[in-house]
């Protein structure tokens, strides 16, 4: 509910979407002493289409932050091995302490943005779910200076700010309405079918890749595991669309019919649901009064499992580049989040094509290992880390 005040209350920042890139921006930039306002068009809580998996860089911050302990308090189970199942070969990885990291996690969004958005306003950010961006406001000059808003009573009031920054996901109103520009495109998707499932064991992460499918199990909260099952974004519609279990089941069993017992033997939480998938882009994502941060200006194929860590990693380059000032700072946040990008933008494209043999599929895996380090390394060097813990 809106409780502003008739005068048009002022802020330095408003983030809009208080999702994971949204959330964690607010909070990083509210205990830098920033005043910030948070949006969310949803209630508090809701669930979210995710691959949950968090990757090394991603907990490294969390733990950062001062956040892991609430995760973990949620009973996310902590992930010491990775599996990778390439057609009959498997290749079990312990996961090695580094940075200060000597286990990965995979949260239900219902967790992991809860303890962002709690620790947003801890911080002193200020935070209204059911409120919608309608329009922006902008000076003769062309500058964003301001937002309309409406919550969820059809009560309308008008903001001003130095700053809106677009956290509002892959279909961004913000990126709309200040036209940002696309710079790279994605030339594949995969399409996917998920559900949760109770009573499977699982000693970790599980990624499969047979010939034209792949799979995952990633193990959650409430002692579940979140399945997935996925195609080329072309063969969506013929994989599932008549036939969502039998197709579902037939894509695990081409994975592996060892993944295909463990499924039959387990329980189906709720029902299973699709992502037919979209290509990935790279926008501008700053220009006069407004940035971009999270899938609003880069989303890849969620074949990879790295968005999650990509939201983390970039809300803190852009918290950076706020507290840095002037447009060379925001510049800069753009193009450190391509140069740690574009490897990863690249081969999961490569991935979601599904045009690859069992040696290829390898040698992609090896690259992305390759940038995930190099990600690591640079994260492990924020200048931020002082300045805003918590």
């Not at 890849?300 to 970039?314: F, N, Q, S, V, Y």
Request: hydrophobic share 40%.
């Amino acid at each position: 509910m809106n409780n502003f005040s008739p005068l048009r209350p002022h802020y330095d920042a408003i983030v809009v979407g208080a999702r994971c890139a949204g959330a964690s921006t607010a909070m990083l930039l509210a205990r830098a002493g920033v005043k910030v306002l948070l949006i969310d068009k949803h209630e508090l809580g809701r669930d979210v289409i995710s691959t949950h998996a968090i990757m090394r860089t991603g907990v490294m911050q969390l733990s950062r932050w001062g956040l892991m302990q609430e995760i973990n308090a949620a009973a996310t189970p902590p992930i010491e091995k990775t599996t990778f199942h390439y057609a009959v070969e498997t290749y079990p990885i312990d996961i090695k302490p580094e940075h200060g990291v000597d286990h990965l996690c995979a949260p239900r969004r219902t967790v992991l943005d809860k303890v962002l958005v709690n620790a947003a306003r801890k911080a002193g950010a200020e935070v209204h779910h059911a409120t919608s961006l309608k329009q922006l406001v902008t000076s003769l000059d062309g500058r964003v200076v301001g937002v309309h808003l409406t919550d969820g009573n059809g009560r309308k009031s008008e903001v001003t700010t130095d700053l809106v920054i677009g956290a509002d996901g892959r279909q961004s109103l913000v990126a709309k309405l200040v036209k940002a520009r696309t710079y790279a495109r994605a030339r594949h998707s995969s399409g996917c079918v998920y559900g949760y499932y109770s009573n499977i064991k699982s000693d970790g992460f599980h990624w499969y890749f047979g010939d034209k499918v792949a799979g995952g199990v990633i193990p959650t909260n409430n002692n579940q595991h979140c399945v997935f099952a996925a195609v080329p974004g072309y063969k969506f519609a013929e994989t599932f669309r008549n036939d969502l279990m039998g197709g579902f089941m037939k894509t695990a069993n081409a994975n592996s019919p060892e993944l295909h017992q463990k499924l039959a033997e387990a329980q189906l939480v709720a029902r299973l649901q699709g992502f037919i998938g979209f290509p990935g882009h790279m926008k501008q994502s700053h220009g006069p009064g407004w940035c971009l941060v999270g899938d609003s200006g880069y989303f890849k194929d969620p074949l990879t499992a790295h968005g999650i860590t990509d939201a983390l990693r970039d809300a803190e380059l852009l918290s950076e580049a706020v507290l840095g000032g002037g447009p060379r700072a925001f510049e800069h946040y753009q193009a450190t989040r391509d140069a740690l990008s574009d490897v990863l933008f690249q081969v999961t494209d490569e991935i979601a094509s599904f045009d690859w043999d069992q040696h290829q599929i390898k040698f992609l895996h090896s690259q992305l290992s390759d940038a995930m380090k190099i990600e690591s390394e640079f994260a492990a060097g924020f200048t931020t880390k002082p300045n805003l813990a918590a």
